[in-house]
């Protein structure tokens, strides 16, 4: 796993450059994703509130990203933005080196179908799927056929430890449950990232665990970089790159 | 996961909702299916009672014969009838030929004198095909082609103070410009339902008629009715090329042709079940907009979710659409089984309408079973559930995917 921190900012930096520091340091081939000088602002009522300010972050192959902060210090907004689920106001992203700011909303569709896996705080499972059926529902959106999409669904079941549960819907599934279904739904594409946003803030602490054991067996299992987004110091341990974020900026590596 | 299974799945997550939309759609459907039926039932009703009332389904005669302006009685009539007539009944689509004299003149009963109308006719046929036989109010239909009787229109009795027994006076100009003069005897008087006719309404015998104006081998036209309504274009063109074959120049019409006060009614049905359509086709929109605008917004999250997994804008607008048709679909099928039951109950209930324009006597309620009219309130309700269903799906894909996934 890289060592390299990759967004830690040079306060020397002037406008127009960045200022990374050792952004080389690693293969740039292992870069899959990279943040440029992200800002985006908000429109609360009549006031602008900057979520991020001039954030650089890059995301290797197979890593465990850990965002930290406090609520408000930007971390959703940063992922919303690296998954393409929302747009910069300034800065860039780029996939695979190449400027995802031309794609239009299709195309932005496609990439996160193809390339990016999504685990939210809440879970986010589709109320009327069972579990098996939300696990396979990423795969729908694609090619496979329907045999493959719900042999790979199940292995992937089988995989979170889900066994036995293909046919039960959500809500009749525990808080961990529901967040390894939630996993297996992110992972089953097989993407190169997933972004978790608060994945054990609803979950009691040994559950939590589990699911943090499980998405790092799933990180060595599938060779996917997963970018995680925690208030909780125990969650930010496991990573071996921490960005921190306080009102939107990013700091260096604790 | 199929779309549609997807559909149905998310209708019956909130079926109390379903089950109030669905039961809007139900409602239109049905009652565009009895409209229709009514009013194809309405306007059949109106088409038979206008070929029965003398039209028939097609009528030929002389080209000028259908202009204003003849100078002499039958001055364009018809002449060798017989051959006209044979070459007419030998179409296998013809199930009456009637040959008619259309006159003018007066009628005088004592000191009395009113103009009218006449028609001479061949009575047998007339009475097997047309309604005039079953509406007299007093004494008997003509009962052959050389009977000296007349029936009177009730209006026109009046006006003569004659009643059935009485004998009158026949005057009219011959067709070499003569005044010629016959009586006759009243066998009948007829109730027409228009006044205006009622008050000139004079039939008589063909041969009564041809004697009176001196005619001899000549009609005014031939009213032609057929086995089937649905053959009048096909046997109009056959029989005038069938006429043409032997020489004679004649035109034809169709009923619809000539049957403009059919023509009218019907205009104005259309635009009355159109309107009525548009108003039912604009509350439903209302109703089921609202409902599928609800279901849209308690989503908001999960089609974030699903946009966040790299569902496409259109994919999620088509799953509420397919929703949409989904229960337009079965709500159809529902209305469809509700307006027959509805409509089973209507046509035994024995409720009689009032008379319809031109008919003497009350119908009784029928509502046909049409399908245009299922097949119309089908699509048009599946069309107005889809825009329904559009609207808010659009909005909703429309949202921004961070926007949707912070909804509460």
């Keep these: 796993m890289s060592d390299a921190y990759l967004s830690m900012r040079d306060p020397r930096a002037t406008d127009g450059d960045h200022g990374l520091i050792g952004t080389f340091r690693r293969g740039s081939e292992l870069i899959i994703l990279e943040g440029r000088g992200l800002s985006r602002t908000y429109r609360l009522g009549s006031v602008l509130v900057s979520a991020l300010d001039n954030v650089d972050v890059r995301i290797e192959r197979g890593e465990l990203l850990i965002l930290q902060g406090p609520s408000g210090s930007g971390k959703t907004t940063l992922i919303n933005v690296l998954g393409l689920l929302d747009r910069a106001d300034r800065g860039e992203v780029l996939l695979d ?31 009327v799927l069972t579990a098996l059926e939300n696990v396979e529902y990423p795969m729908t959106l694609t090619s496979l056929s329907r045999t493959a999409r719900r042999k790979r669904a199940l292995e992937t079941l089988n995989r979170v430890g889900l066994q036995g549960k293909e046919g039960v819907r959500p809500d009749l599934l525990s808080g961990g449950e529901r967040q390894r279904v939630a996993l297996a739904r992110a992972v089953v594409n097989r993407p190169r990232i997933v972004f978790a946003d608060e994945p054990t803030a609803n979950l009691d602490s040994r559950t939590a665990d589990g699911v943090l054991d499980l998405m790092a067996e799933l990180r060595d299992d599938h060779d996917v970089a997963f970018v995680v987004a925690t208030h909780d110091p125990r969650v930010a341990s496991r990573g071996r790159r921490v960005v921190n974020l306080r009102d939107g900026r990013a700091f260096g590596e604790p | 996961m199929n779309i549609w299974l997807l559909a149905l799945r998310n209708l019956l997550r909130n079926r109390r909702r379903s089950l109030l939309a669905g039961a809007v759609v139900m409602v239109g459907f049905a ?60 179409d296998p689509a013809v199930l009456e030929v009637l040959p008619r004299i259309d006159f003018v003149g007066l009628v005088t009963s004592g000191d009395r004198s009113v103009p009218f109308l006449g028609t001479g006719l ?4 007339e009475a097997r095909s047309m309604d005039l036989a079953d509406t007299l109010g007093a004494g008997r239909w003509l009962q052959d082609r050389e009977e000296r009787g007349v029936v009177l229109g009730a209006g026109l009795a009046a006006a003569l103070t004659v009643e059935v027994g009485d004998t009158v006076t026949l005057l009219a100009t011959t067709t070499d410009g003569v005044l010629n003069a016959v009586d006759a005897s009243v066998v009948a008087v007829a109730a027409i339902p228009i006044k205006e006719l009622d008050d000139r309404y004079l039939a008589t015998s063909l041969g009564l008629a041809a004697n009176l104006l001196t005619a001899g081998d000549r009609v005014s036209r031939f009213v032609v009715v057929l086995h089937d ?51 039912l086709v604009v509350v439903v929109l209302l109703a089921t907009a609202n409902v599928m605008l609800m279901a849209a917004t308690e989503r908001t999250r999960e089609i974030g979710t699903l946009r966040a997994l790299g569902t ?21 099928v529902a209305g469809a089984l509700a307006s027959l039951a509805v409509r089973t109950l209507l ?14 006597h009350g119908v009784p309620l029928h509502i046909k ?15 107005t559930m889809m825009l329904a269903a559009y609207l808010p799906a659009r909005r909703a894909s429309r949202m921004s995917i961070v926007e949707a996934l912070a909804h509460v």
């Design chain 2, 347 to 360: 046509n035994h209930s024995g409720i009689v309408l009032p008379p319809p324009p031109g008919v003497t």
């Design chain 2, 229 to 279: 309504v649905g053959d009048d274009r096909p046997a109009l063109e056959r029989l005038l090329r069938a006429l043409d074959g032997h020489g004679f120049e004649i035109t034809g019409k169709t009923w619809e042709e000539l049957a403009l006060f059919y023509r009218q009614v019907r205009m104005l049905y259309m635009g009355i079940f159109g309107f009525m359509g548009a108003v």
């Design chain 1, 97 to 127: 080196g190449q400027p995802v700011s031309g794609m239009n909303e299709d195309e932005r569709a496609d990439t996160r179908r193809d390339r990016f896996g999504f685990v939210f705080q809440s879970f986010n499972l589709v109320p």
């Design chain 2, 369 to 383: 079973l049409y399908g245009v009219t299922y097949l119309a309130g089908g699509m048009t309700m599946t069309l």
């Design chain 2, 31 to 90: 009652s565009f299916a009895l409209a229709g039926g009514f009013m194809a039932q309405s306007l059949e009703g109106l088409r038979d009672g206008t070929i029965r009332s003398g039209l028939g389904h097609l009528q030929f005669a002389d080209p000028r014969g259908y202009e204003p302006g003849a100078d002499t009685t039958l001055e364009h009539g018809l002449t060798d009838a017989a051959e006209i007539e044979r070459i007419l009944r030998a």
């Design chain 2, 312 to 332: 496409r804008p259109g994919r999620i607008r088509k799953m509420f659409v397919a929703e949409g048709v989904l229960l337009a679909a079965a709500a159809c």
């Design chain 2, 122 to 125: 061949d009575p047998a046929p």
